[in-house]
């Protein structure tokens, strides 16, 4: 945000973003039957500054867009798995 707003060359006093992420793990690691997952992540963002809502809010627009993170939870992208064990490769079907 504090780029975003640099580059905007708005003024904020104070900003603090709070990420609450909900996971869950179900079955037993011993008996490898353990999983785990996402239901969601909930972001609260705070901010303290003189300039006005409208521009505030299209600064949050904004630096929602541009979070690679944000971006990367929310839209389907491509992973790559690579595996070695003692510097050889190691082939693992997930």
Avoid: Y
């Amino acid at each position: 945000m504090s780029q975003v707003a640099a580059k905007k060359k708005l003024v904020l006093r104070d900003e603090r973003v709070k990420v609450t992420a909900h996971f869950w793990e179900h079955g037993s690691v011993l008996r490898g039957t353990s999983q785990g997952g996402v239901d969601g992540f909930d972001i609260a963002i705070f901010i303290e500054s003189d300039e006005p809502a409208e521009v505030v809010a299209k600064l949050i627009r904004l630096a929602h867009r541009m979070c690679f993170t944000e971006v990367a939870l929310a839209l389907p992208v491509k992973l790559s798995h690579s595996h070695s064990l003692n510097g050889q490769p190691l082939e693992v079907t997930i």
